[in-house]
């Protein structure tokens, strides 16, 4: 494995017929399928504003941006193919519990200003936290993350926008978009992961070149970028601890609370149970279609093949 | 009913514009070779980056081995002759 490290030690990447540790496998495998899962599971809470958009305009952008999250987790179910799994396998382990998505769509999208509150924080958070896997060791990744970072940053926008126009509307616009940026705050930070002292594999995937920046380092980074565009918004970010740090030269912020994160990671968030059961019944439900299109192939490949032999 | 987990795995293949070659960009699983264009187009073309796609059924592919790159690749290592800027050539002479 003396090649594999000194690959990784060069920054060069790895590509899927190298020779890799198996543990260094078997995490790309956890975390490429995680995020595939997390993007797929992501659809559903947008998903559930398509037929409310309130203009034509709002529910085209909508339908593309889930669409999109339909395609990320589809490039991402590939690189993880490249690891030697089947994604007929991880789809099975995402339906059994087995494996898991971001908590953060364990919680409910109840307004429509939560879909500009997703797409300015939450999407937010995601850039900040893929940037950096654009360079990640493993290419297939690496590569995988490069295309869904472009597309993401349309889906930041349009939430801002969203989030703007709200704020800039009635009053009670105004306190609709105010709302949503309360309630999503705290879950956006939350999507770092633990604290670093709280964080075991952190140090391993730092060494692999798996991971490049730590989880404190990458909310810090988020929550720097989020104070001035929460001013333009005329919004107010749940957290009175939050000042300008001179000092440090970052913000400074309130403690994060992290028995939430816990539990909701756990199984106990509002829509844990919801948005598992709605995937395995949209997976049970397209199986037909499924079960036709390979009749139809099959079909076709025997009719070709008879009239090869005549 | 053929009791195989998933459809059969195709790599992608884009020209992103007239005059570049086709580019390797990813993977897809599909029944067969038409529902596997039009599955290229929807997941690696929607912001409309290419105007000709190949899908290849991966079991199709022939690939060297990492394992033996050194001794496969060597042959070429050793010819620095091959190139351009292998030769002397006076500081004076120009278009060369």
Redesign the interface.
């Known amino acids: 494995m003396d090649e594999f490290q000194t690959l990784v030690d060069a920054d060069e990447r790895i590509e899927p017929r190298d020779a890799m540790p198996e543990a260094y496998r078997r995490t790309l495998i956890r975390q490429i399928a995680q995020h595939a899962h997390s993007e797929i599971i992501g659809m559903q809470p947008e998903g559930n504003w398509i037929s409310r958009a309130p203009s034509l305009r709002r529910k085209a952008i909508l339908m593309a941006k889930v669409q999109d999250e339909a395609g990320h987790g589809l490039y991402l179910y590939g690189a993880a193919e490249t690891l030697g799994v089947d994604r007929a396998e991880l789809l099975d382990l995402l339906h059994e519990g087995k494996q898991r998505y971001s908590s953060i769509f364990n919680y409910p999208t109840l307004t429509w200003a939560d879909m500009g509150a997703i797409g300015w924080l939450v999407d937010g958070a995601a850039i900040v936290n893929q940037v950096p896997i654009c360079r990640c060791s493993y290419g297939p990744y690496a590569r995988a993350m490069v295309r869904i970072c472009k597309e993401e940053s349309f889906h930041q926008r349009q939430g801002f926008e969203i989030l703007h126009t709200l704020s800039r509307g009635t009053a009670a616009q105004h306190a609709m978009a105010q709302d949503a940026v309360d309630r999503w705050w705290w879950p956006s930070l939350m999507m770092f992961g633990p604290p670093d002292d709280q964080s075991p594999n952190s140090a391993q995937s730092m060494a692999w070149r798996i991971k490049r920046f730590s989880n404190d380092d990458l909310r810090q980074k988020f929550v720097d970028m989020t104070v001035p565009q929460a001013e333009v918004l005329g919004l107010t970010l749940p957290d009175p601890q939050i000042r300008w740090n001179a000092e440090r030269g970052h913000h400074d912020f309130g403690d994060i609370d992290w028995s939430e994160f816990f539990a909701v990671l756990n199984g106990n968030g509002p829509c844990n149970a919801v948005r598992l059961e709605r995937r395995r019944r949209a997976h049970e439900e397209g199986a037909w279609v499924r079960e036709a299109a390979t009749a139809y192939a099959d079909k076709h490949r025997r009719v070709s093949s008879t009239a090869g032999a005549a | ?2 009791k195989r ?3 059969p ?1 195709w790599e992608v293949f884009i020209r992103s514009r007239r005059g570049l070659s086709h580019q390797h ?5 599909a ?2 070779a038409a ?1 596997a264009l039009r599955n290229a187009r ?2 690696y073309t ?2 409309s980056e290419g105007v000709s796609i190949w899908v290849v059924p991966a079991a199709a592919i022939v ?1 060297s ?3 033996e790159k050194d001794a496969f690749f060597d042959p070429a290592a050793d010819k620095a002759y091959r190139h351009p800027t292998f030769y002397d050539v006076p500081a004076e002479v120009q278009h060369l």
């Open positions: 009913m053929s987990r998933d459809w795995l960009v990813g993977s897809l699983h029944p067969d529902m929807d997941v929607r912001r690939a081995s990492p394992d």
